[in-house]
Nanobody, 127 residues
Framework: QVPLVESGGGSVEAGGSLRLSCSVS????????MGWFRQAPGKEREEVAA????????YYVDSVTGRFTISQDIPKRMLYLQMNSLSPEDTAMYYC????????????????????WGQGTQVTVSS
């Protein structure tokens, strides 16, 4: 079973919204740090948002604070990223990632601290 499966990407105009989903059903146990990362062509992968699955504080990169919201549905074992007020700068491949430990114990912005990755979903924002 694939550990993480993303969905919900697509193409929108600037100012629009998208909601990304990540199924976590392929991983056992809660208390994992779950993160959304993105990578644009020619750029490094950057953390967008993170939270500990099962409950915990949320983390956001400054550029998305106030526009993006990370959330979770624990019974359904789903992680979401609601993205509002999208701009062309948000265009990237978005990845769901899971660590072996809670966010408090890792560097949430460091990709190497995550152990599992989804296949990615493309988000394209046109001006």
């Amino acid at each position: 079973q694939v550990p993480l499966v993303e969905s919900g990407g697509g193409s929108v105009e600037a100012g629009g919204s998208l909601r990304l989903s990540c199924s976590v059903s392929g991983l056992p146990a809660s208390n994992r740090c779950m993160g959304w990362f993105r990578q644009a062509p020619g750029k490094e992968r950057e953390e967008v948002a993170a939270t500990t699955f099962g409950g915990g504080r949320t983390y956001y990169v400054d550029s998305v604070t106030g526009r993006f919201t990370i959330s979770q549905d624990i019974p359904k074992r789903m992680l979401y990223l609601q993205m509002n007020s999208l701009s062309p700068e948000d265009t990237a491949m978005y990845y769901c990632a899971a660590a072996e430990r809670a966010c408090i114990w890792i560097d949430v912005g460091r990709p190497d601290d995550y152990n599992y990755w989804g296949q990615g979903t493309q988000v394209t924002v046109s001006s």
